[in-house]
């Protein structure tokens, strides 16, 4: 299994952090660029930071937003949010980050992100699947684009294969019906995407309790866990994650 590495995420909006229940009900969690200090003061591994509405609103990611963040941070940067073609990512790469997560552009266009994984490298590219559950799918679980409100008439886990083959470096599956509920990640998409990949998988959607994060690890198997609403609300700290982690045997950098 190796370490597992806890990723706090900034959802961006109007320039703020914010979060939401089912892609919904926003509420604002701050300044970005102070939680990201903040977060990598208390020991956050990697980060993660994704302009919620850029493709809802047909634009790019706000670069300076980027280069905020990524100014007063060490740690590992994937940005998301209206990634539509290599130049962006160049552009997104360029203000700071160190990875890229593409959705509904690598959906709409997949030579797209064979391209970006032979032009950037697997470890600059990450796919993030969006899912919500579908009895008309062979597995139960139907692709979401556009920020979670355009279902696709197909399958997620058949998608996720589809992304490991492209060459990507990691997925970051997020159940629609899990997001922000603090109800526990959605263990049965999670583990089914991990079974279908070969590459790290990002557990995303839905933590709320310290059991959720330990349960990410052994029932959704995943490398690393991403929540965003109990570290922005100060639930817990990233701390306590890593050493309730670490007092149930898995392997933590603390």
Known sequence: MGTVKIMPC??????????????????????PAENAAFYQAEGADELAMLDI????????????????VSSVITIPLTVG??????EDIELVLASGASSVSMNSAAVKDPPLMRQAVKEFGPG??????????????????ELVVSGG????????????????????????PTSMDGDGTLAG????????VADAVSVPVIASGGAGTLEHFYDGVTKG??????????????????????????????????
Not at 124 to 141: K, P
């Open 185 to 192: 990640y959605d263990l049965e998409f999670t583990s089914a």
């Open 221 to 254: 198997k995943a490398q690393v866990l991403l929540a965003a609403s109990v570290f922005h609300f100060r639930t817990f700290s990233i701390r306590q994650v890593k050493e309730y982690l670490k007092g149930r045997g898995i392997d933590v950098i603390l």
């Open 81 to 86: 949010g209206g990634i539509n073609s290599l």
């Open 149 to 172: 409100t355009k279902p696709v008439g197909r399958d997620a886990i058949e998608w996720a294969r589809a992304c490991n083959d492209a060459g990507v470096g990691c997925v970051l």
């Open 53 to 68: 509405a850029a493709t809802l609103e047909n634009r790019k990611t706000r670069l300076e937003w980027v280069r905020q």
């Open 124 to 141: 600059r590219i990450t796919i993030a699947i969006d899912a919500r559950r579908n009895r008309e799918m062979s597995s139960g679980f």
């Open 10 to 31: 900034l959802d961006m909006k109007e320039g703020r952090v914010v979060k939401g229940v089912n892609f919904v009900n926003i509420r604002d969690a701050g300044d």
